[in-house]
């Protein structure tokens, strides 16, 4: 009796599926020939595992139930000692769940995700974009590996690894009246409208910061979108204050944009790698840290 991998996955398939046809599709074979690795299956087990009828699908019999289940054991330990031979090889593999705060992820994981589909292209990358509050609320709850956020942004209890330095610009229209300074002091915007960016907790930490400047800000808009706020600017619609500088200082309509240094003291911030306190990162979260670090170096950052 010889029995192979290849004949429980397709069986597992039709199982699940209800059908021959359906099955032969998932797994890339011709109906056929998934057909015979079941009679295959069958004669060497010497039961039958399912009834199979025109237009009506495949339906397990007792016997194919109880196989199933210990099949789908059997097929499951097989992948994992696959993994078990990668690992022993030195060979990252698995999943490497990734959260990045949504204004970083244009300039941070187009570069990571390159990294390791060149690097180590068994692992298997997840990405969630969002909030720094809710990404710090999925590291603690074990649904992710690793956050990319602001220092500033962290309120919980996290091992953080410095990614890049960055200062909060000032972002104007060329032809606001105060684009012709290098350097601009936050009281001199006065009662101009402000267009902020509203995702948490990047909104109140800007709003804090101006009004620590000694004025209340005139906030115009708000918006999740750090491209919208960028496009406002562009058309002295408002001012904004916002992390990251894109190549070319231009939205995506063309409009150019003016970015200046902000003349107040600003409290220090980086981007940062974040993952649960007390946990030993993965050799995988180890290589992210490692090539960010490296690759995210503040001459070669993609946030100013």
Not at 16 to 37: K, Q, T
Not at 171 to 179: F, G, I, Q, R, T
């Amino acid at each position: 009796m010889q029995i192979t991998l290849r004949q429980l996955e397709y069986f597992l398939a039709v199982a699940e599926l209800g059908s021959v046809s359906a099955a032969a599709r998932r797994c890339h074979v011709s109906p056929g020939g998934l057909s015979l690795a079941l009679n295959d299956l069958e004669a060497g087990l010497g039961v039958q595992l399912m009834l199979r009828r025109k237009a009506k699908g495949a339906t397990l019999t007792s016997a194919g139930r109880w196989v199933a289940e210990r099949a789908r054991s059997i097929v499951t330990d097989a992948g994992e000692l696959q993994f078990v031979a990668q690992r022993l090889q030195g060979e990252l593999v698995g999943p490497l769940k990734i959260g990045c705060f949504g204004t970083l992820s244009p300039w941070l994981l187009p570069r990571i995700i390159e990294f390791f589909a060149t690097n180590h292209p068994a692992v298997d990358i997840e990405l969630m974009e969002g909030s720094s509050d809710l990404l710090q609320q999925l590291l603690l709850d074990g649904e992710l590996d690793v956050g990319l956020m602001y220092s500033l942004h962290v309120n919980t209890e996290l091992e953080l690894t410095t990614v890049a330095p960055v200062r909060l610009q000032l972002l104007l229209s060329p032809d606001h009246p105060l684009a012709g300074q290098d350097e601009i002091a936050l009281r001199d915007l006065g009662d101009s409208p402000a267009a902020l960016l509203g995702l948490q907790p990047a909104r109140d930490l800007a709003e804090t910061q101006l009004r620590n400047a000694g004025f209340e800000p005139q906030i115009k808009w708000r918006s999740t979108n750090v491209e919208t706020i960028r496009s406002l600017v562009a058309r002295g619609l408002a001012y904004s204050v916002l992390m990251g500088r894109p190549l070319g200082d231009q939205t995506y309509e063309g409009l150019p944009l003016a970015y200046r240094r902000i003349k107040d003291d600003l409290p220090d911030n980086a981007v940062v790698a974040a993952y649960p306190r007390g946990t030993d990162p993965s050799e995988k979260v180890r290589a992210l840290l490692s090539y960010c670090q490296e690759e995210f170096s503040p001459d070669k950052s993609p946030v100013q």
